[in-house]
């Protein structure tokens, strides 16, 4: 089915197809699934001796199920210490470029730790440059449709009627009006918010993403990593001032070595907008991280089960 749909889209696009036939090719699957990639920046320098080689099992186990995962999305954070080990980037971009390999589809959030002289070299100093991000992004081959004025904010294409949206760590005026114009430019449309930490574990964390799910009732889903603790996932629903909702899903594993080849799974249906997440390794399948009784970041409790969320 997806081979055939994938085909009739292209006869679609050609005007070769009469207009029941490209209704089928436009319509959305009835069920997708998404990776969830949650900050690999202890991974890309290897932490623990094996982390590196484990985050690159997990893409090369993500292409071997390329039919089954529609996208795959990066929380941010692609590295730790860029100022003090450049290196990082080097194996950041060796492990990304294994889902070029397959043409996998990804978007990529802009984490604080990306930021060029990260960590400052002083008190004094404000983490700040983008250029070996945009170089290594660049590098990659699949890119956003739309670019932010920042550069650091995308629009990617999902399924029909659902659009990933990566917005800036710190969204100027003129990014915040860019993600205005491109959700009014799609009425009608469904959007996810992938941002490095606008989710924590127990819902929305600043005042200005608040502001932006609700003023914005469009964007169904955001998704974040960064924060650090026991609980390393965080599923909610958030109800917003007019009585929509919003499903707030935070996950990071960092600097915990045994939950390097950890993710989320997020399997939506497009059409009601219900979706169900569950951790996974996508390398034997398990579901349900274990728990860790130590780590650099301390005991870190099991992952949950399954949840769902119906709309």
Not at 60 to 81: E, K, S, W
Not at 216 to 241: C, D, F, K, Y
Request: with cysteine; glycine share 8%; aromatic share 10%.
């Amino acid at each position: 089915m997806r081979t055939l749909r994938g085909a009739c889209a292209l006869l679609a696009c050609l005007g070769l197809l009469p207009a029941a036939a490209r209704a089928e090719a436009d319509a959305a699957p009835d069920r997708v699934q998404i990776y969830i990639m949650p900050d690999t920046q202890s991974w890309a320098w290897n932490q623990g001796g094996t982390s590196l080689e484990t985050w690159r099992g997990v893409a090369q186990a993500l292409c071997r199920q390329r039919q089954r995962f529609a996208m795959v999305l990066h929380t941010g954070d692609l590295v730790d210490t860029p100022r003090t080990r450049p290196e990082e980037w080097t194996n950041a971009l060796s492990v990304m470029k294994e889902l070029d390999a397959c043409a996998m589809p990804y978007a990529v959030a802009f984490g604080n730790h990306d930021y060029d002289n990260y960590p400052a070299p002083s008190a004094d100093k404000t983490a700040a440059g983008d250029e070996r991000w945009q170089a290594v992004t660049s590098a990659l081959a699949y890119h956003p449709a739309e670019r932010a004025p920042s550069g650091r904010g995308g629009l990617y294409p999902l399924v029909p009627g659902w659009f990933v949206l990566t917005a800036d760590l710190q969204p100027d005026a003129a990014d915040l009006r860019w993600i205005a114009a491109e959700i009014a430019e799609r009425p009608g449309a469904r959007f996810v918010l992938l941002h490095h930490e606008c989710v924590k574990a127990s819902g929305v964390s600043y005042e200005w993403c608040s502001q932006l799910f609700e003023k914005h009732p469009e964007i169904w889903l955001a998704i974040s990593g960064h924060w650090l603790g026991n609980s390393r996932n965080g599923w909610n629903e958030v109800r917003r001032a007019n009585g929509s909702k919003l499903v707030a899903l935070y996950q990071n594993y960092q600097h915990v070595p045994d939950l390097a080849g950890w993710g989320v799974v997020l399997e939506l249906e497009p059409g009601s907008g219900d979706l169900c997440v569950w951790t996974e390794d996508p390398r034997s399948g398990s579901v349900g991280h274990p728990a860790a009784s130590s780590s650099l970041a301390g005991a870190v409790r099991a992952g949950p089960g399954k949840r769902c969320f119906r709309r």
